[in-house]
């Protein structure tokens, strides 16, 4: 509990139930590796990598340090017209780590910033090139990208959107490819809903034609919407339709990016390359924040070179953008990635974790288990009449007994970091596991 003198009223909490977490707070205050610390002075494991962005494990002493010297050194630069060292250099090294020609790099604070510039930059490229009337944007059921106007209209979540009117004007969503019928209880990649991708071509760009639209985005793998892993080929098709049509593929990789599936990118695991990444989270490990948009180079020259030299090419930037203490996080972040070897890490453990989280199907009210690389979701039957509610009760438990999981709706959904040891993986399914018989006796 909160110290007495302490009134948490004033804070109007992001993505939260505020009454009643006012009314039964949970705080932490610190954190290191595997765990946070409440409070009331309980270890709890972090079975979500805080949100999808501690990947490497809390407060790592080589990034603390590299943050503290950059802030000793130079606190802020100028990010118009003017630039500092780190910025450059973790271009160049994320540049180095994404496949095929996807080689320049834009900077923001947040995946949200991160999917509206991926949103703008397309629309400035087709611009560059001639076909500004290409200005629909195609999104999909169930995505998640952020809050920003761009993400919430590319995005299908309906809570996310239903409050906020009109948003983009021109944008058309594929459907999503749930399908617990089909599919459930699948390890890896689902054998069904490859043809799903197919409504690109066959309603969407038959709706809108192709000369109309700009971009397509998606989560290669969705995380926050619930966990839906992409159908064998379906990622291939969606490419397929856009080279065909000459729309950009965005990949949306805010969770997904840095080794969550077993390689820096999603796209380098599913062996599909996409025109743009978005990305952020794991990037400073989640020391400071960060996002960044990734380009082809053919993208960055068509937009750069559409220009009078001497002039202001893209009209976007944040006065945070490439911020001294996030590039530092950053550095520090991808050497202790290299150095541990942690996407390989993710890959050899990701094994263990695929047949422990499957030990839950046989829990009370488990409808399916589904997992792929350092991710899974465990999907409830939700309570009649209460959706959610049956999974934000095992939330609850889970970290009274010293584990943090997430919930979105029924679906709840696990990612820790890729330090994880088997014993750890152990714990936290067994406690997932007494969570849930407990909720099914409730
Ligand atoms: C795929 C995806 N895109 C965008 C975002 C938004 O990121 P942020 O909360 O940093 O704005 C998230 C956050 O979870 C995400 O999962």
Known sequence: ??????????????????????????????????????????????????????????????????????????DYAPAFQMGHPGSFRVAQRVAKMLPG????????????????????????????????NRNVFVGRERGYHGVGFGGISVGGMPANRKMYGSMLPRVDHLPHTHNLKENAFTRGEPNWGAHLADELETRIIALHDASNIAAVIVEPMAGSAGVLIPPKGYLKRLREICDKYSLL?????????????????AAETFGVT???????????????????????????????????????????????????????????????YEEEGLFARAREIAPYFEQAVHALREMPNVIDVR?????????????????????????????????????????????????????????LVGVLGDALRETGRD
């Open 249 to 265: 593929l965005i990949f949306d990789e805010v969770i997904t990016g840095f080794g969550r599936t077993g390689h820096a990118f």
């Open 371 to 427: 997992n792929f690389g350092m991710v899974a979701g465990i999907e409830l039957e939700p309570r009649p009449g209460k959706p959610a509610e049956r999974a934000f009760k095992t939330f609850l438990k889970c970290y009274e007994k010293g584990v943090l999981i997430r919930t979105t709706g029924d679906i709840i959904a696990l990612s820790p970091p890729l330090i994880i040891s088997k014993q750890q993986v152990d714990e």
């Open 101 to 132: 020609d996807l080689d320049h790099v834009f900077f923001c604070n947040s995946g949200s910033e991160a999917v509206d510039t991926a949103l703008k930059i397309a629309l400035a490229y087709h611009r560059a090139r001639g076909e500004g």
């Open 274 to 336: 996409p025109d743009i990444i978005t990305m952020a989270k794991g990037i400073t490990n989640a020391m400071v924040p960060m996002g960044a948009v990734a380009v082809r180079r053919g993208i960055y020259d068509a937009v750069v070179n559409s220009a009078p030299p001497d002039t202001v090419e893209l009209f976007h930037g944040y006065t945070y953008s490439g911020h001294p203490l996030a590039t530092a996080a950053a550095e520090a972040t991808l050497d202790v």
């Open 1 to 74: 509990m909160p110290p007495n003198d302490m009134s948490l009223e004033a804070h109007w909490m992001p993505f939260t139930a505020n009454r009643a977490f006012k009314a039964a707070p949970r705080l932490v205050v610190g954190a290191k590796d595997m765990h946070y610390l409440t409070d009331d002075g309980r270890k709890v494991l972090d079975g979500t990598s805080g949100l999808w962005c501690a990947n490497a494990g809390h407060c790592r002493t080589k990034i603390v340090e590299a943050v503290k010297k950059q802030a000793e050194t130079m």
